[in-house]
């Protein structure tokens, strides 16, 4: 029976690589990138929010900033005291959601050729890359959106509501920005089952039908309790230790931040305790929003004590909501402006230089932190290293990086043309009474999300947009798929000849 088995595995691997050769070629080529990028920066590449990400790992304590998710998986890490291994897990993370993104366009009828351009970008775009060699949450982050998604695009059992449920929980204790992901992906299967159930119904089966239309939604239940109980539990640690219930204390004062870009205190007439907080510069001449959180200059930061108290946070709050009632028509058009750096042709420099270099693979190495609380944070790196934690640049290995990086990227406009086609088709086949595809509506509506959030509640950043191309490239590889909605019943990747 051993030899038997053996024999089998033989005879299918070359047809299966094969069959997958041009994917095979992708990923490979996506591997060997990485690990020249592995041997070029060693261990890793910092930012300015890696040593606070270090500092919870350390000492376990809710951030006012950023949720601990990050933090902990560090601290799983720490026995090896190794932030090499941190980054090469974080590529391995990158090459599985390269995998995910594939898989998904063939298990649902995707074509062959369009699967691999749909893992494409993910594999081998540098600043993907990049990021992954950062010690920041994004690729992780984006690994469990991406897996999440994955989940719901199959059919929705109780297992696998548990598994949504508790991969959207990571993300949101990932980056806060995954807590209305939670609202976008239980809309859109709430939606998708109650569909099916009616699709399945008829009327001399109605009590059958009624009776499956509450599993199934007793199904989106399930999933979206598994995903906030995590949440809610988190909440808790946090307010038993800054007596106040939230997965952060900074969302008032981003909000403020935003704002700035356009709040005219002459329009909102504020009242006495938040006119403190205004800016007599013209908006057109203020610097970008998050200099409001950080620099010292800010009305925000000048005020007595820490930015991020509860005082402080409350009164950015207020300020905030009323800039937003004053000037909704200013808001609208703000977001508009600040989402549309997503889709540039270039890459200009923004928010400021330092942060626009932070995501350029150096020629030199970078200097030490300057910041006390970075500089804090550095000191337990050193700690959780057992070594130096400073970036060594081996040539030729980052020389071939860096060349690699000024030519290989997803330009803006192209991500808004991937995002623009499948409404597109979809509109298109509508009008010629084709039948509905394959469910590309949730990964587009995530990529979407990915996008606005961002745009709407701080500002535009580069490494925000990565999370969002491999979903908005797996929606756009759905539409090569006519056949009807097959997600009840999904296509065994193996049986899929993308000869």
């Not at 020249?36 to 606070?52: C, E, K, N, Q």
């Not at 509450?214 to 946090?238: D, E, H, I, N, Q």
Request: overall charge positive; proline content about 8%; charged content about 15%.
């Amino acid at each position: 029976m051993t030899a038997g088995l053996a024999l089998f595995a033989r005879a299918r691997v070359p047809g299966a690589a094969r069959r997958h050769r041009w994917f095979l070629g992708v990923i490979s080529l996506g591997a060997v990138l990485r690990i020249v990028t592995m041997l070029g920066y060693r261990p890793a590449i910092w930012f300015p929010d890696s040593y606070t990400y270090v500092v919870t790992a350390l000492r376990p304590r809710p951030d006012l900033v950023r949720p601990a998710g990050y933090s902990m998986f560090l601290r799983l890490l720490e026995p090896f005291h190794s932030f090499g291994l941190v980054v090469f897990l974080q590529h391995l993370l990158g090459l599985a959601t390269v995998v995910l993104v594939y898989t998904a366009v063939l298990r649902l009828g995707g074509r062959g050729w369009a699967a691999t351009l749909a893992a494409a970008p993910v594999a081998l775009d540098a600043y993907q890359i990049q990021l992954e060699h950062l010690l920041v949450s994004d690729t992780l982050f984006a690994f469990l959106v991406v897996a999440a998604v994955f989940t719901c695009l199959g059919p929705l059992t109780w297992r696998g509501a548990c598994a949504a449920g508790l991969l959207l929980a990571a993300a949101t204790l990932t980056r806060t920005i995954g807590l209305p992901l939670i609202v976008v992906v239980a809309a859109w299967s709430f939606f998708r089952q109650m569909r099916a159930a009616r699709g399945s119904g008829s009327a001399s089966a109605g009590g059958r039908a009624r009776f499956g239309s509450r599993s199934k939604a007793g199904l989106v239940g399930v999933l979206v309790l598994v995903a906030l109980l995590p949440v809610a539990g988190y909440a808790a640690w946090f307010a038993s230790t800054y007596h106040r219930f939230g997965i952060v204390g900074s969302n008032g004062v981003f909000l403020y931040a935003r704002t700035m870009s356009f709040a005219d205190c002459r329009v909102m007439r504020p009242p006495a305790d938040l006119a403190v907080l205004c800016d007599p510069t013209p908006p057109e001449r203020r610097p970008p929003s998050q200099e409001y959180v950080w620099d010292a200059g800010s009305p925000l930061v000048a005020l007595p004590g820490i930015t991020f108290t509860r005082e402080t946070e409350r009164l950015a709050g207020r300020f905030a909501f009323l800039a937003l009632r004053s000037q909704p028509v200013d808001y609208v058009a703000s977001v508009l402006s600040e989402l549309s750096r997503s889709f540039t042709l270039g890459r200009p420099v923004y928010p400021d230089q330092e942060i626009y270099d932070a995501y350029e693979f150096p020629a030199v190495t970078p200097p030490p932190p300057t910041r006390s609380p970075a500089m804090a944070g550095a000191e337990l790196a050193v700690r959780y290293e057992e070594g130096p934690i400073g970036t060594r640049i081996v040539e030729p290995f980052a020389g071939w990086t860096r060349a690699y990086q000024d030519v290989a990227r997803v330009p803006g406009t192209v991500l808004l043309l991937v995002l623009l086609l499948p409404p597109v088709v979809a509109v298109v086949r509508r009008r010629r009474g084709e039948r509905a595809g394959p469910p590309w509506t949730l990964p587009w509506a995530v990529s979407v999300s990915l996008l606005v959030v961002p745009a709407a509640t701080a500002e535009f950043d580069y490494r925000y947009v990565l999370p969002a191309v491999p979903l908005a490239c797996l929606a756009a590889a759905l539409m090569t798929a006519r056949q009807a909605d097959q997600s009840e019943a999904p296509r065994p990747v193996e049986s899929v000849n993308i000869q």
